[in-house]
């Protein structure tokens, strides 16, 4: 099979909410994340084709915890596995540079599994 992705992705093992920095709500889990998208199980249908801006906290055993705010575009949704949970993909189309540069870091990072 061949990796079309222009982005490796590293699975999250740790739970990373994720928040809708308009409505304040938790909009879901991260599933994987890339420098530029993510995979979010979200707890709720999400609008198709949508722009959300995005906050969550990044860190690990080697990297210092940092919340991030990310501008997102919305690309597809799927129903999961489990009733009322919903797998959306997004890419990232707004992010600065310091939010960029622990991105970065953490998708990095020593020890990541990849998808």
Not at 11 to 29: N, Y
Not at 34 to 52: H, K
Not at 84 to 104: C, K, M, N, T, V
């Amino acid at each position: 099979m061949n990796e079309s992705r222009r982005a490796k992705r590293k699975q999250a093992h740790e739970a990373i909410d994720v928040f809708d920095t308009m409505t304040e709500l938790s909009v879901g889990r991260i599933g994987n994340l890339s420098e530029t998208g993510m995979m979010l199980m979200a707890s709720a249908p999400l609008v198709e084709d949508a722009l959300y801006q995005l906050r969550f906290t990044l860190g690990g055993t080697s990297l210092k915890s940092r919340t991030l705010e990310i501008g997102v575009h919305q690309l597809w949704s799927e129903p999961s596995h489990v009733p009322g949970q919903f797998w959306s993909g997004f890419r990232f189309i707004d992010i600065g540079p310091e939010d960029a540069s622990h991105l970065h870091a953490w998708v990095e990072a020593p020890g990541s599994h990849y998808d």
